[in-house]
């Protein structure tokens, strides 16, 4: 089993990282973040993440997370009774078992798109919330990449990766650094885009012309204004999900479940079934 030590000093500076740290800290200086609950951290050491050290109660780590721990023994536990921790984090330790964990190098946006037929790309999504619910709905429905422009929220930071229930992990993710530029990049990749927005051009979601496309991109813009002009103006198609009672949109999140579902890739039918 691990080192385990038993938490006696909540200001101890080692365990700033769970709760006295920014997300931008952790980010840019620390190149950290911080994974909450067994489910979550066991699906980022699937994926290959690095752990550096845990925070739990210690009935956990005598229980629900002792198989956890089996697979990590060189990393330092912090325990602590549930009061104890309810002080450090400033809230209750509903998941009881936190993971500070090492970021890896992502990779080019492009390299993971060459072997793919059905993206996302996400453009100034800045609530963690949307971006979190968008990756879970990616996994769950035959998304194959999420591209992100440098301006959305990091996924990686600890609520988008709570309400993805740890499909951040799953679907590989890159930031397109030059976007919307890069939409000619697509292109070439063999790539349509279709953007989610409502316009003079938008054609119902539903048309089966869109299933027809070998290979597709879905655009997703911020949860106010949606997609800027010039990124609409380079995509190939504009789709709208049709609406009633008066109601002119969805969310961003939600209408990314609808618009998956919808254009999936007809070779995800069989993955999903399988």
């Given at each position: 089993?691990?080192?385990?030590?038993?938490?006696?000093?909540?200001?101890?500076?080692?365990?700033?990282?769970?709760?006295?740290?920014?997300?931008?800290?952790?980010?840019?200086?620390?190149?950290?973040?911080?994974?909450?609950?067994?489910?979550?951290?066991?699906?980022?050491?699937?994926?290959?993440?690095?752990?550096?050290?845990?925070?739990?109660?210690?009935?956990?780590?005598?229980?629900?997370?002792?198989?956890?721990?089996?697979?990590?023994?060189?990393?330092?536990?912090?325990?602590?009774?549930?009061?104890?921790?309810?002080?450090?984090?400033?809230?209750?330790?509903?998941?009881?078992?936190?993971?500070?964990?090492?970021?890896?190098?992502?990779?080019?946006?492009?390299?993971?798109?060459?072997?793919?037929?059905?993206?996302?790309?996400?453009?100034?999504?800045?609530?963690?919330?949307?971006?979190?619910?968008?990756?879970?709905?990616?996994?769950?429905?035959?998304?194959?990449?999420?591209?992100?422009?440098?301006?959305?929220?990091?996924?990686?930071?600890?609520?988008?990766?709570?309400?993805?229930?740890?499909?951040?992990f799953q679907v590989p993710w890159a930031y397109l650094t030059d976007w919307p530029d890069a939409a000619g990049r697509?292109?070439?990749?063999?790539?349509?885009?279709?953007?989610?927005?409502?316009?003079?051009?938008?054609?119902?979601?539903?048309?089966?012309?869109?299933?027809?496309?070998?290979?597709?991109?879905?655009?997703?813009?911020?949860?106010?204004?949606?997609?800027?002009?010039?990124?609409?103006?380079?995509?190939?198609?504009?789709?709208?999900?049709?609406?009633?009672?008066?109601?002119?949109?969805?969310?961003?999140?939600?209408?990314?479940?609808?618009?998956?579902?919808?254009?999936?890739?007809?070779?995800?039918?069989?993955?999903?079934?399988?």
């Amino acid at each position: 089993m691990p080192n385990i030590i038993q938490i006696d000093d909540i200001t101890a500076p080692e365990l700033d990282v769970f709760a006295r740290l920014t997300e931008a800290r952790l980010r840019s200086h620390e190149k950290l973040f911080v994974a909450e609950s067994v489910t979550v951290i066991e699906h980022a050491l699937n994926a290959g993440y690095e752990p550096v050290s845990f925070l739990m109660e210690r009935r956990c780590a005598e229980g629900k997370a002792r198989a956890l721990l089996e697979r990590c023994p060189t990393v330092t536990v912090y325990t602590a009774e549930r009061a104890v921790l309810e002080k450090l984090t400033g809230y209750a330790l509903t998941r009881s078992v936190l993971c500070a964990m090492r970021r890896k190098a992502l990779p080019d946006a492009f390299s993971i798109c060459e072997r793919a037929h059905m993206l996302c790309v996400l453009e100034s999504i800045t609530d963690s919330t949307n971006v979190g619910a968008i990756f879970r709905s990616a996994a769950a429905l035959g998304v194959e990449a999420v591209l992100l422009s440098p301006d959305c929220c990091d996924p990686l930071c600890r609520r988008s990766i709570r309400v993805s229930m740890g499909t951040v992990f799953q679907v590989p993710w890159a930031y397109l650094t030059d976007w919307p530029d890069a939409a000619g990049r697509f292109h070439e990749l063999g790539f349509q885009l279709a953007a989610l927005a409502l316009n003079e051009r938008a054609m119902s979601i539903d048309d089966p012309s869109l299933r027809r496309i070998d290979k597709l991109a879905v655009v997703l813009g911020s949860e106010g204004p949606g997609l800027r002009p010039e990124t609409i103006a380079q995509c190939d198609h504009v789709v709208m999900i049709p609406m009633h009672n008066g109601v002119d949109s969805l969310n961003v999140a939600a209408a990314s479940a609808v618009a998956f579902w919808q254009l999936r890739r007809p070779s995800v039918d069989d993955r999903l079934d399988s």
